[in-house]
Each structure stands twice: as C-alpha cells, then as structure tokens.
C-alpha cells in the first residue's frame, strides 16, 4: 500500500483527516442502530407495538349475544325492537346452577334451590329437533347470574317458578332465543307476549335458527 505523508504542523490538520473522521463516525452510528436480519425477529419498535393481532374468535361464531344494554333503558309498552332490554335494578338476583333444557334451569334464589322454567317462551324438548342448539344457548346467556322478572303467574303445575330471565345489564334471554330462532313464543299471558311472538314471526320469516333453516 502506497505511504500517504502527512503535514507534520498539529495546527493545521489535514482535509483527509477531517473527512475520514466524519465517515468513520458515520459508519459507528449506524452500526449501532442496525439490526442484523438474524435478530430482525426480536426486534421491538414502532411498527410491531401498533401491529394489529387476530382476535380467538375471527371468522368464527360468537358464543354470547351481540346486543349489549346499558342506561337509558326502553320506556313504554315493549315492541319487538325495545323488548331486549330491561333496568334491571328492580329485578331478584339469582345464582345459575345448572342447565336443564333450552327453557329450564336451577338458581340459587333466597339460599334456596329453586327451579325456573323461562316464562316467554316454549324449547323443544330434549330428544328433538333443536333441544341441544337451545340448551346451550341459554347456557351462554345465562352465564354466571341472572335477574328474574316475574309476571302474572308465579308457578307452574309442577312448582316452578315463572320468571322472564334477564343478565345482569338487563338483556333479556327469553327474547334472545326467540329472535335467534333457537325457541318458540309463548302464547297465552305474559307482559311481553306480543313483543316476543313479533319476534318469532320476524325469526321464522328469515329463516332464522335450527328451527326456522
């Protein structure tokens, strides 16, 4: 490599040197912001924070109702798009213990084991055509904890309580499955009678649920 001579005056460096320096410095910072492709996956930064991430349940079925209910709740006589929710404040709380069938199932109401068959609507029983689609359906609607809404007659012929069923923000169970063609209306009493059987009407028109395809 041929020699470079250099002036030897320490007061006036060199053109080269200054140049040099500048690209040495240059190529340092670089080096130490880089990532190297092997490391490229580890990486944190900007763009893999604001990356959006697949949900569990995309392009599936949700397992829980889409309608939500909150403050200011529905006034007025209940139609078939008001009939969802309810306040829910004046409702008896209630503790699910288990699922019996679309239409049935065990609370814990007063420290006691009480069963409820849902006051506005009508499930096929189990053995037919859409008992298990209803059955866990009001599983996922239930959850945890309902609130019981009672009405005109409080047992049936066989001790259980009749209650209009809600969750606890007031979305209304009974009326849930009947829109999801999942159960029919009851017909013959009830506050909510004619809102739900609108519902079923609506179901059965768009072929809506197992009942309905």
């Given at each position: 490599m041929p020699s470079i001579s250099l002036p030897r005056d320490p007061g006036r460096p060199h053109l080269a040197i200054l140049l040099a320096a500048a690209v040495l410095a240059a190529a340092l910072s670089a080096g130490c912001d880089a990532v190297a492709p092997?490391?490229?996956?580890?990486?944190i930064g900007t763009s893999a924070l604001s990356r959006p991430t697949a949900t569990a349940q995309a392009g599936g079925t949700p397992t829980a109702s889409v309608?939500?209910?909150a403050p200011p709740y529905p006034t007025g006589v209940p139609s078939t798009d008001t009939v969802f929710c309810v306040d829910p404040a004046a409702m008896a709380p209630a503790r699910v213990l288990r699922i019996v069938d679309g239409d049935t199932l065990h609370v814990e109401l007063g420290g006691r084991d009480e069963t409820v068959r849902l006051y506005g609507i009508n499930a096929t029983e189990r053995g037919q055509p859409c008992s298990d689609e209803a059955t866990r359906r009001l599983g996922e609607l239930a959850g945890n904890a309902v609130r019981l809404r009672p009405d005109a007659r409080d047992r049936d012929q066989y001790g259980r309580l009749?209650?209009?069923?809600?969750?606890?923000?007031?979305?209304?169970?009974?009326?849930?499955?009947?829109?999801?063609?999942?159960?029919?209306a009851w017909r013959t009493?009830?506050?909510?009678?004619?809102?739900?059987?609108?519902?079923?009407?609506?179901a059965s028109a768009g072929r809506r649920g197992c009942l309905w395809r």
């Open positions: 092997s490391d490229a996956g580890t990486a309608r939500t209910c009749l209650r209009y069923v809600y969750s606890p923000s007031g979305l209304s169970v009974d009326a849930e499955l009947v829109d999801e063609g999942l159960a029919h009493d009830g506050d909510l009678r004619l809102a739900i059987v609108g519902l079923e009407a609506r």
